[in-house]
């Protein structure tokens, strides 16, 4: 059946695709592995080349992404324009990252002699693991979809990737990967280089295929879930990084909310609301302490909640789990309605932001599962023994928020407390906003992601790459990158060596 | 029902464990959890002193180790010594790298301009996991088991751990349980560093428990796949590190068998020989080229074997394994016994070293399963399309060899062709023997593991780390290594620093 995509503003086609044949799937793993080998080989200075050309052909088509991605999946043109500009900033600087090839973990061991004998000479490098599988994500259309994080970490590590576009932004997914197509034609890649497959079922034929090594996927729990049951079925497993659910835990102090109540009520609000609340490092669950300072705080966030307009939701399957989800918080024991935004005068895919309270008391995992959209729910505490609580309540995520002030009492506990719950922990600013950098963490424990890797970041490079050890081998078998006096970071004889 | 070990040479009871009972099962892994925090907290310099005494109270129990160790597993006492060398020497190994610092990947990004705005002060390193649990190997009773690789790895990345004891050696394992538990007195460590469990059920509820947060297992691939199922059972799904199945393709080019064929044919007879053919890099399939040079070089081959007299092996289902599949392999189509080593007078646990041989033609997976034991399948080969279709059947394995020659032709093409299916590319040695050293990689594509990981060299510890960032953090709750002018190897703003 034609996959059609929907302006969520009104519900018009904008649009459509048809369901890849599971032939075509299979044409295209098999063009993928022919390709790996060749790609591996072309080496570093090719890898960089590459994801330069991608970086220029998407900027090159900045003006019709941004409207046909407005049209797709009604988030707003200066969203659409950041995304952008982060994806093309991300292509070069991981370009940067190749180029400078401490990623590869080059290390050398020269034949010597050691308490258990004589040693060999070893040489270790971590080389490409083969075809990647790579899943859009309805919420960043540009950032973790046909471009993104995933699809340039594959080919930086210097992989094909075979992308599964999402059902909610065809049109945009066909767009962008076209712009990956003329980008490998600019630097003559290997055919196979990149693949795109559109519906559930090759989607699924695609993680089941052999030819892949590797899947990288940001979107639901349950979608993830699907996917882990299919690779938990294949003769071999292989890896599968999900970036699956998180409810990033805000925590206000007490001296904190005595100190900037309306600075944190107006930065949260506008965390919580951006994007319509559909980012995945949305603080959802915030620890407001109990009495007036708290209070002021909250009353300050309802407002700004009271005034804020509907969001058109990416599509209609997530303005109506939005509903469901929002309307089974609100009947849980103890919840109380703060703040409900202004409804939309339109029907359909719109979502109006919501501010729900409970006492920590009553907080159990009926409102600590992730809510996708713009609500948020305060959890009043007094004292750390009922954040410890509740803190047991909380599945971990990809985040963590503190919010001090100078007042407050040694903050080593509360952040030894938080630690084990979250891959990023963030002090007196907001979690929304994952800068592509060297010291960037976008993971964490289970159910937020279920790997030990990240999805943002130099070290995303990381998840598709395997290491190999030559032992005594000849000069002319070794990649240049473990050769003696390398132009990259080695580590030889236990000594790093830039 | 009381688990007891057997001298193999004799049939002889030699030890005897009660299988744990569950809720002592849990009682460790709540005591596990509980040490975690604390164990994170007392940090590098802590972890290698406990390393340290780890070595020291292991090598001061080294003749009742060896002692013990010759009667629970028959291996000789010159292996057993250098394994014990060699694990009290990884573990010191591990206390320089814990020192050094490096394998934190301490990553820091001041806050700065960057192209989609103000960018925030991140830090990232790694923190340790939480419990590791950690599945002894029969073949490895002091460098896979409760001393070893997967126990130093998990301590010095600041994890708890809790053995399962090999059945097949309780009473070693108890043994070296005793040093652990007095060198973690030597030097304070919380209560609940290390744990240690008997019997099967006992390790299924410790894969299981909520608490454990990682498993390290060296065993077979059928053991491997009945704990994968567990795992994937679980609420929360956990790495699983399995070291598991390896054929250890070894080549012989047409150029080394023509110069060197009894040099080989040694060297090969004792890497397939050596600890009686249980070592998990024991070359099993040997491509020899077809024609006299080869037939010289298995002549002599055979001779060796058939000199060599029958190994205890390390338990009665081992050995009962090594006559079926020896057995199965000899009934395969076209397959030739070369040589079968001197019966042994004993009943029981012995096993005959073995050599068979096959036209490439005939090769097909039913000789390709590994053999846990002194067999060896010799694969008749003319030309590199033969290598080809051949290496289309073969697993991929830990190790893969190349024996050539000065006469070879370019051998890039033969080292891209076997670097798919294997972690390590051996030149002109055998792949037995894996020194723990910076360099080192122990792992490979599945089967061989099913991770990414090594279980040898420096690198193991990674297995037990998550990364995590800091983000605008006060420095008070900063871990020591990502505070600015550490002093371990640190990338700051993009630089790497020593």
């Known amino acids: 059946m034609t996959i059609t995509s929907t302006d969520p503003r009104t519900g018009d086609t904008v649009a459509a695709a048809e369901p890849t044949p599971l032939a075509d799937v299979q044409r295209l793993t098999a063009a993928a592995a022919a390709a790996a080998p060749e790609l591996d080989r072309r080496g570093r200075e090719f890898r960089a080349r590459l994801l330069r050309a991608i970086a220029a052909r998407l900027e090159s088509r900045r003006d019709a ?6 049209r797709e999946t009604g988030l707003p043109e200066a969203r659409l324009n950041g995304e952008l500009t982060r994806t093309v900033y991300q292509a070069e600087f991981f370009a940067q990252v190749v180029e400078e090839g401490g990623y590869l973990e080059a290390t050398i061991d020269h034949a010597a002699d050691t308490p258990m004998g004589p040693g060999p000479d070893l040489r270790r490098l971590l080389v490409p693991l083969g075809p990647v599988a790579v899943f ?23 992989n094909p990737v075979i992308v599964k576009a999402h059902d909610s932004h065809v049109g945009l997914s066909q767009l962008a990967y076209e712009a990956l197509v003329e980008a490998c ?8 280089t990149v693949g795109i497959v559109f519906g559930t079922e090759a989607g699924a034929a695609l993680v089941a295929d052999p030819a892949v090594k590797a899947v990288g996927f940001t979107g639901s729990l349950t979608g993830g879930k699907a996917l882990l049951d299919i690779i938990n079925g294949r003769p071999e497993p292989i890896p599968f990084y999900g970036e ?23 930065g949260l609000v506008a965390s919580v609301t951006g994007s319509g609340g559909q980012l ?8 407001v302490p109990a009495g007036a300072e708290g209070d002021a705080l909250l009353g300050e966030a309802a407002s700004l909640i009271a005034e804020t307009a509907a969001f058109p939701l990416l599509n209609a399957r997530i303005a109506d789990s939005y509903r469901d989800i ?62 410890r609580d509740a803190f047991a309540v909380l599945p971990a995520s990809l985040t963590a928020t503190l919010h001090t002030a100078a007042d407050d009492p040694d903050l080593a506990p509360l952040a030894a407390l938080v630690q084990p719950l979250a891959g990023r922990l963030v002090f007196d600013q907001f979690p929304t906003g994952v800068l592509v950098s060297w010291a960037q963490h976008h993971g964490g424990p289970w159910p937020s992601t279920n790997t030990l890797h990240t999805s943002v970041g130099a070290t995303a490079i990381r998840r598709f790459l395997r290491p190999m050890t030559w032992q005594n081998a000849p000069v002319s078998v070794l990649p240049p990158e473990v050769r003696d006096d390398a132009a990259v970071p080695q580590r030889v004889d236990g000594r790093l060596r830039l």
């Open 65 to 70: 992404v941004v409207a046909l991605g407005r």
């Open 136 to 158: 859009g994500a309805s919420n960043f259309p540009l950032a973790f979809s046909v471009p993104g994080g995933d699809t340039v970490s594959a080919l930086a590590a210097g």
């Open 185 to 192: 034609a600019d630097v003559d890649a290997p055919q196979g």
């Open 244 to 266: 699956l659910s998180s409810v990033n835990p805000l925590i206000v102090t007490a001296a904190a909310a005595a100190e900037r109540p309306e600075a944190i009520a107006s």
């Open 280 to 287: 995945c490092t949305k603080p959802g669950i915030v620890f």
């Open 326 to 387: 929002t309307a089974a918080y609100t009947a849980a024991p103890g919840v109380k309605a703060l703040a409900t935004g202004a409804e939309s005068p339109q029907e359909g895919s719109f979502g109006s932001p919501r501010l729900l309270e409970v006492d920590a008391a009553d907080f159990t995992t009926a409102v600590a599962e992730e809510c996708f959209g713009p609500t948020a729910v305060a959890v009043r505490y007094s004292g750390e023994a009922e954040l």
